[in-house]
């Protein structure tokens, strides 16, 4: 008697219900990785622009926004002066319209009252004006004078002007630590041919909070200043930083804001943002 060595019907049966179970999963696994596939292939400039967009709807996700900031200058640690500040802002809503801000010195004494208007758009049509209390002067800042420093501070009226998106063009050039630990960096270019700088290489915290922004003149491999933002805390649907710090690394001083005092939302005199009425 011949011994059959074919398998039991059963066997053969189950056999084929697993391949064709394997078969259907391997034929859907390229949908499954699509999304993930999809997002690898995002190019590193649309990826720093993402971050960057993701930043200002958490910076800047308000109708107006008031702070008092008490500012400290320092050179290798040796304080050289202080002063008290408020600002006030307001976030228009067409790309082409203006947002506006206003920091008036509150002291030292010789300083008060004194203003700086600051218009900005997304079409890169921005506009500034410093007022002077005493004189009733209103002196427009240029373009090609934006690199000078703001009341003696290591900030410069450049510095100052809101960062538009479309301002920069952008390249995500990978991750770093950064004062919020592990940052996403991206590189960005200004498109404004009067800038002081070369590019700004900013770091974003995994909330997306701008943790630290570098900045580079021409031809140089290390930064001229650094900005840090530290101590976020939730303003409304915002976060917004408790203390921000300045360092000119060329002529060794410290600009240190400590920021309090944050109000969002509330009802701001839009007259006292035009340089007219500022002047009078």
């Not at 074919?6 to 034929?27: C, D, I, K, Q, R």
């Not at 506009?127 to 290591?154: C, E, K, N, Y």
């Not at 630290?212 to 900005?227: A, N, Q, S």
Request: with cysteine; net charge neutral; proline share 5%.
């Amino acid at each position: 008697m011949r011994t059959h060595l074919l398998p039991a019907p059963s066997f053969t049966l189950w056999v084929a219900a697993w391949l064709a179970l394997w078969l259907a999963l391997w034929l859907a696994l390229p949908q499954t990785l699509a999304p993930s596939t999809q997002a690898s292939a995002q190019t590193p400039a649309a990826a720093g622009r993402d971050i960057v967009e993701q930043w200002q709807r958490l910076q800047f996700g308000y109708k107006t926004l008031t702070v008092a900031g008490d500012m400290t200058l320092s050179r290798r640690s040796q304080s050289i002066g202080a002063r008290a500040i408020s600002v006030e802002l307001i976030e228009r809503e067409p790309p082409d319209a203006y947002d506006q801000a206003r920091i008036v010195i509150a002291a030292p004494t010789a300083l008060k009252d004194t203003q700086l208007l600051s218009w900005s758009s997304a079409t890169g049509e921005d506009q500034q004006w410093l007022v002077m209390p005493r004189t009733h002067r209103v002196q427009r800042i240029a373009d090609r004078g934006r690199q000078a420093a703001f009341v003696s501070s290591d900030f410069s009226y450049e510095d100052i002007l809101k960062w538009q998106v479309d301002d920069y063009e952008y390249t995500l050039a990978g991750q770093g630590p950064c004062p919020g630990g592990t940052c996403a960096i991206v590189d960005a270019t200004p498109r404004n041919r009067y800038s002081s700088y070369a590019r700004l290489k900013a770091y974003y915290d995994d909330g997306h909070r701008l943790s630290k922004v570098e900045y580079f003149e021409d031809g140089r491999d290390r930064p001229r200043k650094t900005l840090v933002h530290s101590g976020y805390v939730r303003q409304g649907a915002t976060w917004q930083p408790s203390r921000s710090v300045m360092t000119d690394h060329a002529t060794e001083t410290v600009t240190d804001i400590a920021w309090s005092r944050y109000q969002l939302d509330i009802a701001v005199d839009e007259r006292v943002m035009s340089p007219s009425a500022a002047g009078r």
